[in-house]
């Protein structure tokens, strides 16, 4: 009996500080009551049925409060070398219904923009080895290759405003992106899962870099090790 306490004392303990952790009552209080009195955060990650209103609801705060209401997918903890211009991390725990409609109708507030590009997908890239064909094509063969191709639809998002590392990452966890690039003069790219090379490479935020700003080099971020490794790294 004892022992059912103490697991009982024990698993309550380590819940809330789970809880008080995820979740900053200071800052979430009040949002998160109102959009509890109005329903816009009720469903889960798996059906996102509310994903948009919620998103909505909470506002510029959804990254600090969506764990409140249960709706924030995991944090991932690791991490990945860095580029030179920018740096990029895959995420783990993406939640595909969430980011797709986040990114289906442009945001109200104007916090971010999105864009769908097509990217062609070799099959042959997807097959096991033996089941792989090679094959000898003539020159002037007019044998049809585009078949062994898919078209498939990349979803990006590029926050409108200069965000920091930590603060990129965290909102494009919070939107269930599958990865992420944040830009050396701020700007922050949350790149969905059908998408190669972490997104585009290109620096797109509307307010972003703002005029005068000092970009920080790769010392003052203390990224890579060497110059080498830097060049290399470049995405």
Request: proline fraction near 3%; glycine fraction near 2%.
């Amino acid at each position: 009996m004892k022992n059912v306490f103490f697991i009982t004392v024990v698993g309550s303990l380590l819940a809330f500080a789970y809880v008080s952790y995820a979740c900053n009552e200071a800052v979430c209080a009040s949002i998160v009551s109102k959009c509890m009195i109005t329903q816009s955060c009720k469903c889960d990650l798996v059906n996102c049925s509310c994903c948009k209103e919620c998103f909505s609801c909470l506002n510029n705060l959804y990254s600090e409060c969506c764990s409140c209401v249960d709706m924030c997918p995991k944090p991932n903890v690791t991490t990945n070398e860095l580029s030179r211009k920018s740096h990029v991390e895959d995420l783990s725990d993406s939640v595909v219904t969430l980011f797709t409609a986040l990114v289906s109708e442009p945001d109200l507030q104007q916090r971010w923009e999105s864009l769908t590009y097509p990217i062609d997908l070799d099959i042959e890239m997807f097959k096991p080895d033996f089941q792989k064909e090679f094959k000898m094509l003539q020159k002037n063969s007019a044998q049809d290759i585009s078949s062994m191709k898919i078209t498939l639809n990349c979803s990006v998002v590029f926050m409108s405003q200069c965000l920091s590392w930590n603060k990129c990452k965290a909102s494009c966890i919070s939107m269930g992106a599958k990865s992420y690039r944040w830009f050396h003069d701020g700007c922050c790219e949350c790149v969905g899962e059908l998408c190669l090379n972490y997104g585009l490479n290109q620096s797109r935020c509307k307010h972003c870099p703002l005029k005068g700003a000092v970009v920080p080099t790769i010392s003052e971020a203390d990224y890579g090790d060497d110059e080498d490794d830097d060049e290399e790294m470049i995405q």
